[in-house]
């Protein structure tokens, strides 16, 4: 398990997408959040977490990822999600994340839905 993440961020329309790559934990769980802030987002209603397949999220990664999606209703923003493994999917429904993001396969599929 790694301790760095890269990010980079993309507004397409009315989505800011993250691009993320390494693993969401305790540690890197911060930056995705910070990038995730609303000074960071570009004042979008969407934010779309765009994980490669071989991110590795730990409970305190997940965490994160929750408070982020907590926070954004605040906001007015909403948070999807794409490019986790099955296993993930499996993790994530069973912790109740899928109550506070859409899950979706692909990237373009989900802009779509949110332009």
Known sequence: MGYEIDLSVKSIGDVTVLYITGDVTAVTGQSVEEACNPDNTHDSNHILLNFSPDCYFNSGGIAFLIGIALNSR????TVSITGIS???KKIFKMVGLMRC????????????VHQ
Do not use: R, S, T
Not at 106 to 112: F, M, N, P, Y
């Open 101 to 112: 993001v859409e899950i979706y396969d692909g990237l373009e599929d989900a802009i779509k």
């Open 86 to 88: 099955d296993h993930f």
């Open 74 to 77: 605040k906001f007015g923003q």
